[in-house]
Nanobody, 115 residues
């Protein structure tokens, strides 16, 4: 059983910043990839960023240079620092952990960017 608990969502004005956190617990293989996806109503869940336990990162083009993913392997926690937020970043953000061909999801946290 794997559980992911996200925190840090909220409302912010354009140009502002937010930091999301996600703590994973349960039977998690040591070699894994933790990441963030986002979804707006009526659309597909889209990849945002990922970071492997070995340190490899990947970002969607739309967030490169603005978002930074990091993790604490000892705590099985992943973070997403979001700067220079835009209205189009508004979505529900989901944390994920992948290992051994399995993917687990958190419950999601709402991020709203508006004036």
């Amino acid at each position: 059983q794997v559980q992911l608990v996200e925190s840090g969502g909220g409302s912010v004005q354009p140009g502002g910043s937010l930091r999301l956190s996600c703590s994973a617990s349960g039977n998690i293989f040591s070699r894994n990839v933790m990441g963030w996806y986002r979804q707006v109503p009526g659309k597909q869940r889209l990849f945002v960023a990922s970071l492997s336990s070995g340190g490899s990162t990947s970002y969607a083009d739309s967030v490169k240079g603005r978002f930074t993913i990091s993790r604490d392997n000892a705590k099985n926690t992943v973070y997403l620092q979001m700067n220079s937020l835009k209205s189009e970043d508004t979505a529900v953000y989901y944390c994920s952990v992948q290992f051994q061909a399995l993917i687990y999801w958190g419950q999601g946290t709402q991020v709203t960017v508006s004036t």
